[in-house]
């Protein structure tokens, strides 16, 4: 396979890109293609560049050719990148957030899986971290139990069938008349079910077990106390058929599709180790400027709790505010834009401050207008959150808010 495009979020990957001259880049006119992960067509320094956009992950650009398109978290100054699985991890934390993030992500699982190097691996972390996710709900609720066969050689005692051949041969020729071979079920938390997902944890554990995310590794040593008391088995891909799924333990369900794909990622085998196989990922893209917005909803959501309004929709159609926080008679909107030297704040977004409706909600006069705060992210980790807000000098009451998001040492 070969990889056509490899590239950083927001970054232009082919200058001196003469327009129409590769057949294969035609199709890049479309910022928001994500067949394509946003790459696109741009005027930069009266050159047509092809660039990308604010989304990272693999897709197909030619499938009979085997070529596909990478695009890798951005790359910050002093060799860091933004570390989008903590930022991940922290909107999973956060109870309300963790339920509207299907519109941060998309995995492709029924697309063709595209092989991939050892190093370049964004999309495992995020699978492992979903069902990590799944498994701490399913132990906080409790641990479903199901019915198992056993079989157990019991004293004075008959339960289920018993296996005549097993009793004779195992106690009538040794002379214990008293005890009697059965086969019967026995109701346990060691069921098929839980013994796939710790099978499934295990793997975890050995794809994840040298990486520096405490709050990661915190996450599935809780998850493997939980599941102490459960066995691992030789998971096959029939056991699956094999699991019927009840309405009173809906997570099991998104737990064990998630095992699957860890399984069909990593193998099925827990002794084969993971290194020697080829790795594979489904083709998939992260909005990165959805996660931002996200991450920034967890933060709005620790300093206003229910003050805050998140993605109230205008009756007509108009710019929307991403958030709204009454009480501060404020409007918040997410910029996912490091360098702000060419800023543009667009007037449908600064007319939200004027807007009837707006207003009205916020219990303002006519006469009054609403304030507006624009959010970006900072890599600088002293940056303070919510506590000072910059002035914008072109306008009144409108303000900006740097913002530190997670970063991590870049391994390219």
């Known amino acids: 396979m070969e990889a056509i495009v490899i590239a950083y979020e927001s970054s232009v990957v082919l200058k001196k890109f003469k327009k129409n001259a590769l057949k294969e880049f035609n199709k890049f006119y479309n910022l928001k293609n994500l067949n394509y992960l946003g790459l696109h067509q741009a005027i930069e320094n009266n050159e047509v560049v092809l660039k990308s956009a604010a989304y990272i992950g693999y897709r197909w ?3 009979e050719l085997n070529q596909f398109i990478h695009i890798k978290p951005r790359k910050l100054s002093n060799n860091f990148q933004i570390d989008y699985m903590e930022m991940l991890l922290e909107c999973l934390h956060d109870p309300i957030v963790s339920k509207s993030l299907n519109d941060t992500y ?3 699982f029924k697309e063709n899986w595209i092989e991939i190097e050892d190093n370049t691996d964004e999309i495992a972390p995020f699978i492992i971290l979903q069902f990590l996710q ?10 479903k139990k199901g019915y198992e066969t056993t079989t157990q050689n019991l004293t004075s005692k008959i339960k289920g069938k018993i296996l005549i051949n097993q009793t004779i041969k195992q106690n009538h020729l040794k002379n214990r008349l008293d005890k009697t071979v059965c086969k019967h079920q026995i109701f346990t938390e060691d069921c098929l079910e839980n013994q796939i997902l710790k099978t499934a944890l295990i793997q975890c554990r050995r794809y994840i077990g040298n990486t520096t995310n405490n709050n990661l590794l915190n996450l599935l040593k809780k998850n493997l106390n939980d599941f102490r008391q459960i066995n691992s088995k030789k998971v096959l891909d029939s056991d699956f058929n094999q699991i019927k799924n009840s309405p009173f333990f809906k997570e099991y369900q998104e737990a064990l599709r998630l095992a699957k ?7 099925f085998n827990i002794d084969e180790s993971i290194k020697t196989q080829k790795r594979k990922s ?5 909005d990165m400027e959805e996660l931002f917005k996200k991450y920034t909803e967890v933060k709005l959501r620790e300093k206003y709790k229910d003050d805050l309004i998140v993605n109230y929709k205008f009756n007509k159609t108009r710019s929307n505010p991403d958030f709204i926080i009454k009480s501060k008679k404020l409007l918040v909107n997410t910029k996912y834009k490091f360098d702000l030297s060419n800023t543009d704040y667009s007037d449908l977004e600064v007319l939200q401050t004027r807007d009837k409706e707006i207003k009205e909600i916020l219990e303002l006069d006519m006469s009054s207008e609403a304030y507006i705060l624009f959010i970006y992210p900072s890599s600088n980790i002293k940056k303070n959150r919510f506590k000072k807000f910059e002035s914008i000098k072109e306008y009144t009451n409108i303000f900006k808010l740097d913002i530190y998001i997670p970063t991590i040492k870049s391994i390219d």
């Open 61 to 63: 650009l030619n499938k």
């Open 106 to 108: 998309k995995i492709f």
């Open 134 to 143: 799944v498994l701490n709900r399913i132990s906080k609720k409790g641990v």
């Open 261 to 267: 794909i860890i399984f069909k990622r990593f193998g």
């Open 282 to 286: 489904p083709p998939f893209y992260i």
